[in-house]
């Protein structure tokens, strides 16, 4: 007999005993039947163009990001050290993103004024922007 496994959205061979008494009153899997292979189809195929427009919205967020220089200043005492720190959270304020899709690699806190490069990783690329940090005036 074949069942959809519905956690995976398998298709399977399975005895009739295992799949009637075991996969249907636990809701594991339900029959294969020409129209729920169908609907399994239109799934696949829904989820497919949902990545693709993921991805195609994530390389124009590469291409936006890529060579950007962001300024964030904080007060600072003689010796360049700054008073608190530039935070993950301080560098996406800046960036100005919408959607939680871009992540920031960054290994400490930035302590010291001076420029850095910081890498972001959107999707599965990974994009390298410019942070200055300068002195309130």
Known sequence: MKVIFTNTNAIKDVSFGYAVNYLFPRNLAVLATV?????LEKEKQKK??????????????IEKLKGK????QKRAEKGKKI????????????????????EILLDKPIKK???????????NKRVIIKLEVKNET
């Open 35 to 39: 129209q729920n292979i169908k609907v």
């Open 48 to 61: 497919e163009e949902e990545i693709q427009g993921q991805i195609k919205k994530d390389q124009q967020l």
């Open 69 to 72: 220089t962001i300024v964030i």
């Open 83 to 102: 008073f608190g720190s530039v935070t993950k959270k301080d560098i996406l304020s800046k960036l100005s993103v919408s959607d939680g899709s871009v």
């Open 113 to 123: 004024l001076g420029k850095y490069s910081v890498e972001l990783k959107v999707g």
